[in-house]
């Protein structure tokens, strides 16, 4: 006998047993916990079995759940596909959440040279500091700085960054030396990994006190670097285009030593993986940053 279960019920189900939470099933799918509860209590009914259990303050799927949700993901994938396959005959759209200062300073500049190779495609892009939430299904994909978190999300490290000292040729021609630095005015900047602190600590010497300006966005020094205001410790992959410009310059590449690390992170939520603009941001992304891909997105 064919069980006539509402889909409305089965993704409030799929939702509920992935998130571990009504709640949250809720706010992704913009309904109410009690309507979410009530689908699942009638989805329950039909089916004659138990799908949630309480645990804590959230949910955790009964044997006949886990059991249920397995298909119910797969069958979720194989819909995705099917809508991303009749989609992608049309326009496609990329909803981009970045870091401020990698967007400002790397993605913008390559926009042109994306859409370019992508006719069709039309992206939304959107920088702050805070990390994309995924709940109402407004991004694709966020380019995150800074350790990755959140649950149910995929993380892929981006290229490996040097921080090095940068600034206008007139001051690099004055510095020829690590000590050289305690003589000039050190941009500082805040949200960041990598500061001064640790810079003079990698070279042996004391960290002087922080004089100067301070900026809370790594766009915003490495500006005021190239303008003369003084010395920033910024990456070279944010400094690019004024580093090939002559605008910058890294005095001491090659007499200090510098601060390797990855810095940012290519974070989608596992459900998403298989849509087509994602898909192809990612393998432009790996092309641009040389960097290996997860399977499911190579």
Known sequence: ?????PLSAV???EAAARRRSFKDAAAELNLTASAVSHAIRKMEAMLGVTLFERQGQGVVPTAAGEAL????SRAFDELHRGLDLVAARG???????????????WLTPRLARFLAAHPGFEVRLAAGMDYAR?????FDADLVYGPPRGEGLVAV????ETVTPLCDPERAARIRAPEDLLDQVLIQSDNKQVRWPLWFARNGLPAPRPLGVRFDRSFLAIAAAADGLGVALESTLLAEREIASGRLVAPLRGLAQDVSYVGHHLVYPATTRRRAPLRVFARWLA???????PEDLA
Do not use: G, K, W
């Open 1 to 5: 006998m064919s069980l006539r279960v």
């Open 11 to 13: 993704r409030s189900f």
């Open 69 to 72: 949700l397995e298909h119910v």
């Open 91 to 105: 326009p496609q759209l990329l909803r981009l959440h970045c870091a401020p200062s990698l967007a400002a300073q």
């Open 134 to 138: 995924f709940v109402s299904d407004e």
């Open 157 to 160: 490290p981006l290229c490996t």
């Open 287 to 293: 092309q641009e940053m040389s960097i290996v891909l």
